[in-house]
């Protein structure tokens, strides 16, 4: 599956709203994992099903996540029980839907990606995360287990903590700036090998570290694509005038949007080491071929007199006064090497050697 768009294929030609799945399964089996918390009490649940979730109360925040979204019929019932609007559920459904922020009155939806880097084969992957803010309540669907809210849950078990006084909207926060601080992370990890390459790419010409170049590229393109529309969500929130999220919340929100920012500029700066590196890598390559040719010109310019002189006396006419001297032979030698002299000294002079 390409990674820069996926197969809409399964999509084409519906009507919507309508709920198709669209990306890579990569759970067996969906997991419902449930957390209820106030300030004093959190209890932790996996239920069978969407029924068994009890309704959300006033006193209480419920965080349900959803792990696996390929099961159509689940997410189907996500939205009947908690009035989630298809267009919505669709844009959840869509693991390549881009970075956004969808608000009506009972919901704030948002939209967006994590990234996984693998140190090993130095590439990334990503996921899609999908937030539904309600009353007293926040949805996240993931596409498989995994540990990006892994930060998030010790706090939430913590007494007396902030995220725990605090409402669903905080809690969504929380939740968005681990994952954009996960963006600097990865871009980091990426840029540390993309630093590693500047001096190399000085100095050589080496095709293995082209290709390590169109690696790193392709990487932080990849990066550059998903992290770009998160400002836009940030902003969004931050302008939005939704009574789910309250004013207190507007402050973090703030600092989730100069972290955004802080995410967006690490990549742009990635991004154009990488290209000068791929110009200065072309550049090499360039200059030495001029080197080459420069020398073969040399050569080839010395010989032109050379090849004039010894083309003179290889001429066939009884009539060459030379041919009769002595020391005829040495004498044309000595005008092959003085004339080899003088043009390499006019060339050191024209410093083109």
Same mark, same amino acid.
């Given at each position: 599956?390409?990674?820069? +768009?996926?197969?809409? #294929?399964?999509?084409?030609?519906?009507?919507?709203?309508?709920?198709?799945?669209?990306?890579?399964?990569?759970?067996?089996?969906? #997991?419902?994992?449930?957390?209820?918390?106030?300030?004093?009490?959190?209890?932790?649940?996996?239920?069978?099903?969407?029924?068994?979730?009890?309704? *959300?109360?006033?006193?209480?925040?419920?965080?349900?996540?959803?792990?696996?979204?390929?099961?159509?019929?689940?997410?189907?019932?996500?939205?009947?029980?908690?009035?989630?609007?298809?267009?919505? +559920?669709?844009?959840?459904?869509?693991?390549?839907?881009?970075?956004?922020?969808?608000?009506?009155?009972?919901?704030? /939806? &948002?939209? !967006?990606?994590?990234?996984?880097? @693998?140190?090993?084969?130095?590439?990334?992957?990503?996921?899609?995360?999908?937030?539904?803010?309600?009353?007293?309540? +926040?949805?996240?669907?993931?596409?498989?287990?995994?540990?990006?809210?892994?930060?998030?849950?010790?706090?939430?078990?913590?007494?007396?903590?902030?995220?725990?006084?605090?409402?669903?909207?905080?809690?969504?926060?929380?939740?968005?700036?681990?994952?954009?601080?996960?963006?600097?992370?990865?871009?980091?990890?990426?840029?540390?090998?993309?630093?590693?390459?500047?001096?190399?790419?000085?100095?050589?010409?080496?095709?293995? =570290?082209?290709?390590?170049?169109?690696?790193?590229?392709?990487?932080?393109?990849?990066?550059?694509?998903?992290?770009?529309?998160?400002?836009?969500?940030?902003?969004?929130?931050?302008? &939005?005038?939704?009574? +789910? =999220?309250?004013?207190?919340? $507007?402050?973090?929100?703030?600092?989730?949007?100069?972290?955004?920012?802080?995410?967006?500029?690490?990549?742009?700066?990635?991004?154009? /080491?990488?290209?000068?590196? $791929?110009? !200065?890598?072309?550049?090499?390559?360039?200059?030495?071929?001029?080197?080459? /040719?420069?020398?073969?010109? =040399?050569?080839?310019?010395?010989?032109? *007199?050379?090849?004039?002189? &010894?083309? !003179?006396?290889?001429?066939?006419?009884?009539? !060459?006064?030379?041919?009769?001297?002595? @020391?005829?032979?040495?004498?044309?030698?000595?005008?092959?090497?003085?004339?080899?002299?003088?043009?390499?000294?006019?060339?050191?002079?024209?410093?083109?050697?």
């Amino acid at each position: 599956m390409a990674r820069f +768009l996926s197969n809409r #294929k399964a999509s084409h030609g519906t009507a919507p709203g309508t709920l198709v799945f669209m990306g890579k399964q990569k759970m067996a089996k969906t #997991k419902i994992r449930l957390i209820r918390f106030n300030s004093k009490l959190i209890e932790e649940s996996e239920p069978e099903n969407i029924a068994a979730i009890p309704d *959300p109360e006033p006193n209480s925040i419920s965080w349900i996540n959803i792990d696996g979204i390929h099961d159509v019929d689940l997410i189907r019932t996500v939205g009947e029980r908690f009035g989630i609007d298809n267009l919505g +559920l669709e844009d959840v459904l869509n693991t390549d839907q881009r970075p956004k922020v969808l608000i009506d009155e009972e919901h704030v /939806m &948002t939209i !967006i990606k994590s990234f996984i880097y @693998n140190a090993e084969k130095k590439n990334l992957s990503s996921e899609q995360i999908s937030f539904v803010l309600g009353k007293n309540y +926040l949805i996240t669907f993931q596409e498989q287990v995994g540990d990006c809210f892994d930060s998030v849950r010790p706090r939430l078990r913590k007494d007396n903590s902030r995220i725990r006084t605090l409402g669903a909207d905080y809690l969504m926060y929380a939740l968005l700036d681990t994952l954009v601080d996960n963006y600097i992370l990865c871009a980091e990890a990426v840029g540390e090998n993309v630093e590693r390459l500047e001096e190399l790419v000085l100095k050589s010409d080496n095709r293995n =570290i082209l290709e390590e170049i169109y690696l790193y590229r392709n990487e932080i393109r990849f990066m550059r694509k998903l992290v770009r529309p998160v400002k836009e969500i940030t902003l969004h929130l931050l302008k &939005t005038e939704s009574r +789910l =999220i309250n004013k207190k919340t $507007l402050v973090f929100l703030t600092d989730l949007d100069d972290l955004a920012t802080q995410a967006i500029e690490a990549v742009e700066i990635y991004y154009q /080491m990488v290209t000068d590196q $791929l110009n !200065i890598f072309h550049t090499n390559v360039g200059n030495r071929a001029n080197e080459v /040719m420069k020398v073969l010109t =040399i050569f080839a310019t010395i010989f032109i *007199p050379l090849t004039f002189i &010894t083309g !003179i006396y290889g001429t066939n006419f009884v009539n !060459i006064p030379e041919i009769r001297w002595h @020391n005829g032979y040495y004498y044309m030698l000595g005008l092959i090497g003085a004339v080899t002299i003088v043009m390499l000294l006019f060339f050191n002079k024209k410093k083109w050697l």
